[in-house]
């Protein structure tokens, strides 16, 4: 994409016989927000003074790069100087088909600098148009993005018009022309692919169907960069702490393993498989470690899937075909690094079916892509962190045990158990309940026959389990036999538990 200056005499010349009068110098900017100091674009002085907003429409680029000002009857035009590099496709996008929008910007000395673009209804005043969502959803994935290489500033990314586009189409082509650099290469390609044959009059309904519905599902999820900000140590401390009672041991081994990220900048080689007794707190250390580093989640259950092709999609072949729970976990999280929590990887070995689903799992935990039969696109997962749980680590494959770092989780102790229940158990419970502290007096003596109950008894549930019958049973005394408070003793706590 050639940018034109007309300081020199070749642009100049160019302009005065006619040619495109491209006026902007393309400025490379990761700015994930825009400001008056980080700006979308900045047009030249003049365009709006003691004005924070304007209306208008960007000029067709064929014939010049500027934003043409509407005020009443009155029409001025201003040249673009500058504009941040992941957006020259966006503004020129809106000139091609003189979409009015609103600017909002600050006037600055290199102009009157843009970092707010609002789509019009087209003679309607200061009324927002019904598509301004659509237009601030490429916007937000531009400002997301890095800056493009030269590469691929200059890559040509002009679709063929097809009059019988539907809307859906409509956007997505729109999408892949303003905001096709925010995808990775491949899906890229795959993108123009899919367009091309949901277009096509020489394939199969169901073909068409299938395309788009391919093409709305990746469209949909923020293809992110691998690069990840460093961790706070002691946030991260505390984080595990809020889900996790004692096991300082596993605390520090969890750290240790994604404390590289603060040098790398990348995921850590393996994944962690978190290996204990039932009710230990597993999945509440994986959504920890998605907290810490502030990526969504997503849950796989292994023990209720019993064929390979639940994780990998069908074969568009089919009339039913549909993605995998995998590429669906990538939709419903809405971007592209996420943190997978495998559950109970261990009970997937014993289900009878078409393939061990677990074996899929392989690709997606080396990390040089995934490839859902229905999506037919291997698809990125350098920014995905496996997190697994199991009962018995010997259920459990070798080729995937070597992915992991494994870190065993013990059972709690008896006077663990005695602290969580008394400290965390009881009052978690008695707040989601709305019982008060003094309604509800579990004495010191009833706090060790409930220890003693449940020593036997691996995990905490069941020691939140009789909280939750202590507490519902002194909330019914209270409300039919009009009690101020209930206090439970030993005696009371073995009758009531045993």
Known sequence: ????????????????????????????????????????????????RRKTSVTGVFTDPVRRTAFEFHEGTKKAEFDIVLVDARFTALVEWLGKHRIPVQLTGKNTELGYAVWQ?????????AKLSAEDGFLQFMIGRLQESPAPTEDEVTEDVAEDA?????????SISDFLQCAGLTLPANIRVWARRNLAVARSHEVSPEEKRHALHALSLMMNIRWKTDYFAPIDPEEARRILDEELYGMEKVKQRIIETIIQ???????????????????????????????ILRLPWTTLDMSS??????????????????????????RNAGESNLVFVIN??????????????????????DNIGFTDNYMECMIPTTGVYPIATANDKDEISA??????????????????????????????????????????????????????????????????????????NALYRIEAEHLESVTFDAEAVRALLA
């Open 162 to 170: 097809d009059s019988m586009r539907l809307t859906s189409l409509q």
């Open 305 to 330: 899937i019993n064929d390979a092709e639940q994780l990998t999609g069908s074969s568009r072949i089919y009339e039913n075909a549909k993605p995998g729970m995998i590429m669906e976990a990538f």
């Open 399 to 472: 080729p995937l045990m070597s992915r992991f770092a494994v870190i065993e989780l013990p059972d709690y102790t008896p006077e663990e158990k005695r602290v969580i229940f008394s400290r965390f158990a009881l009052p978690k419970v008695m707040k989601r309940m709305g019982v008060r502290p003094e309604e509800c007096v579990v004495t010191e003596d009833a706090v060790d026959a409930v220890t003693e109950l449940f020593a036997d008894v691996s995990g905490i549930r069941d020691l939140e389990q009789a909280a939750e019958h202590l507490v519902g």
């Open 261 to 291: 990220i603060n040098r790398t900048h990348t995921l850590p080689a393996y994944g962690l498989l978190l290996i204990g007794p039932a009710g230990t707190g597993k999945s509440q250390i994986a959504y920890a470690v998605a907290r």
């Open 117 to 125: 673009i609002r789509e019009m209804t087209s003679g309607a005043g």
């Open 344 to 365: 109970e990887l261990d009970k997937a070995a014993s289900h009878s079916g078409s393939g061990n689903p677990a074996d899929v799992l392989l690709t997606l935990l």
């Open 1 to 48: 994409m050639k940018v034109f200056d007309f300081n020199s005499a070749e642009d100049a010349a160019a302009a005065r016989n006619g040619g495109p009068a491209m006026t902007y110098t393309v400025i490379r900017s990761d700015a994930g927000e825009a400001s008056p100091e980080n700006p979308i674009l900045v047009i030249r002085k003049g365009t709006a």
